[in-house]
């Protein structure tokens, strides 16, 4: 075990780095948001860039020309770039909602969370449920509203659809005037500025210098039209007299949310958004451990595994391991302890994962993230650590939706079938249930979309030369059993569900839908029932 004790890192490398992913549902902007801050960030130089590196890398890539085909994104990686010195780790996730799972995880690693949404549309499914779970982390959220310049529900009504179904407060930081057609600009509450509207004539692909003019300046009536500028004047009284005032506190508790409006295409509304998520958004935050919440200040280098990708590079049949960074300095080639294998590791090769291109990384900070080389050495919430023994909690899974019997077509395989099946579940490409009658060993495949059980089967053939068939289950729902199987037992013969076990042999349940779960929960209330898991606690230090 390594004893040196390093030197504080300094100060000013944590209090200028913000963490975030942004959750939103399909269409609502992600991609074109993501290339507008990059673009903000000088981390390019015209937006349309990334998508455009993201489709060289498909031609060169194999399993992967599954995205290509299909035109969505499985993939994640980490966006680094910088903006008035301080620097932001964006955690991309995969766009279509059937990866989801990946997006879970990448939550865990991430210190914020911007909510986007479409304002046509308001929250959808997808919000809904990512939603959901930076709640479980209480993640501070950023709500950007956009596509302003497109007909969209009244302000109002977005705000109260927020306040109302997800029970998150929130401040305005600007109102937008008028929408669609009539979208004239935003009201800046903070600065008690008009930033005037322009439509880019280019998609926004370069930098926008917003025209911007004081609130009590007389041109604003003309430059808004009279009926504008009267609404504008009656809304921003409403939101002063029923808005409460912005109470950071509650907003890194994840229980109030900032509030903008733009529309990211005109690149419009970014750059005001980028400049208060700066000032507000949380830096790197204190993680628990077993031994209490280790600050990012603690000297020693210590961090956690939170997702794992393969054969990002086909060339090299590469596996990474996604690592956030929690505490102290890390370095490439420093050798760390392994908290779930008690061996030592030598973190070599390490990788900056931006956009598709990957830069050897030398140094990096709590709220980075570094990919790791993984020849089967890392597993999802893995942690690594220097000095005394530290471990960070396990990430969770959440229900499947989806479930099906994988099977072999060709019994002489059925060693790369075996191996295939748990490699990709270690990766967290899919989970796996077995049957409890021993007699049907087939693996049940557990998703939450029907895209990872393709992906699995292409890569079972790719990687592993081994064709599989697909048998639907007619479940939806999956809980599992918190009291194990005694409860069960005592419980008896359960109707309309379907019972098996997890990779860790514990109790789920599966249910056709959740009118059977509903009735199963109103039969037998001493069944303590959950949606999510943690693998077991191996080991306490
Ligand atoms: N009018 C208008 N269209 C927008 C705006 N922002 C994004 N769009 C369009 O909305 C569509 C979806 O945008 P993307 O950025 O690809 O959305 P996404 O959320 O990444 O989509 P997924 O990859 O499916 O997750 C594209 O056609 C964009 O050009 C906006 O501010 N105004």
Not at 23 to 37: V, W, Y
Not at 317 to 344: P, Q
Request: hydrophobic content about 35%.
């Amino acid at each position: 075990m390594q004893t040196e004790v390093r030197d504080a890192i300094a100060p000013q490398e944590i209090e200028r780095r913000r963490n975030f992913a942004i959750i939103s549902h399909p269409d609502a902007g992600k991609t074109t948001l993501t290339e507008k801050l990059l673009l903000y960030g000088g981390a390019i130089q015209q937006a349309g860039s990334v998508k455009a590196r993201r489709s060289q890398r498909h031609a060169t890539s194999d399993w992967m020309a599954m995205e290509q085909q299909r035109g969505i994104s499985i993939t994640s990686t980490v966006l680094q770039f910088e903006y008035q010195n301080c620097l932001l780790n964006l955690l991309d996730t995969p766009g279509h909602q059937d990866f989801s799972e990946d997006t879970y995880r990448t939550l865990a690693a991430a210190d914020n969370a911007v909510m986007l949404i479409d304002a046509a549309k308001g929250l959808e499914t997808q919000t809904r449920k990512l939603f959901e779970v930076c709640r479980l982390r209480s993640l501070p959220i950023f709500t950007f509203i956009n596509k302003l310049d497109r007909p969209s529900m009244s302000p109002l009504e977005l705000i109260d659809e927020i306040e109302r179904e997800l029970g998150l407060s929130t401040y305005v930081i600007n109102w937008p005037i008028g929408t669609g057609d009539q979208f004239q600009g935003i009201f800046d509450r903070q600065h008690q500025q008009v930033h005037l509207f322009q439509k880019s004539g280019d998609h926004g692909t370069r930098k926008a210098t917003d025209t911007i003019i004081a609130a009590n300046d007389p041109r604003i009536e003309s430059l808004v039209g009279e009926n504008l500028y009267h609404q504008l004047q009656e809304e921003l009284e409403i939101l002063d007299s029923l808005g409460p005032t912005l109470d950071l506190e509650a907003v890194h508790r994840g229980q109030m949310t900032p509030v903008f409006f733009g529309s990211a295409m005109n690149n419009f509304g970014v750059e005001l958004f980028l400049k208060s998520f700066l000032e507000y958004g949380l830096k790197p935050t204190p993680h628990e451990s077993n031994k209490g919440k280790i600050d990012p200040t603690y000297p020693e280098f210590s961090g956690f595994v939170f997702k794992l990708q393969a054969n990002m590079d086909p060339k090299h049949r590469d596996r990474i391991a996604f690592l956030r960074v929690c505490s102290g300095k890390f370095e490439k080639d420093m050798v760390v302890n392994h908290a779930r294998t008690g061996k030592t590791v030598r973190l070599s090769h390490p990788q900056k994962l931006f956009a598709q291109e990957r830069d050897t990384v030398e140094v990096a900070y709590p709220g980075d993230v570094v990919g790791l080389n993984n020849p089967g050495t890392f597993a999802i919430g893995d942690t690594v650590y220097i000095g005394d023994k530290l471990i960070y909690p396990s990430i969770p899974s959440f229900s499947p939706e989806l479930f099906a019997y994988l099977r072999n077509a060709d019994p002489t395989k059925y060693k790369n079938f075996n191996k295939g099946v748990t490699e990709l579940q270690e990766e967290g490409a899919v989970q796996i249930l077995h049957s409890t009658d021993e007699s049907k060993r087939n693996p049940i495949l557990a998703a939450v979309g029907q895209l990872q059980f393709e992906v699995v089967q292409f890569r079972l053939v790719n990687e592993y030369g081994v064709e599989t068939y697909l048998e639907a289950l007619p479940y939806s729902v999956a809980r599992w059993v918190t009291g194990g199987w005694d409860i069960l037992d005592k419980v008896g013969r359960l109707f309309n569900t379907f019972v098996v076990k997890d990779r860790w042999e514990r109790p789920v349940l599966l249910f056709k839908n959740q009118w059977n779960l509903d009735q199963v929960k109103g039969d037998h209330p001493e069944l303590e029932l959950s949606p999510i898991a943690l693998p077991p606690t191996t080991e306490k230090a």
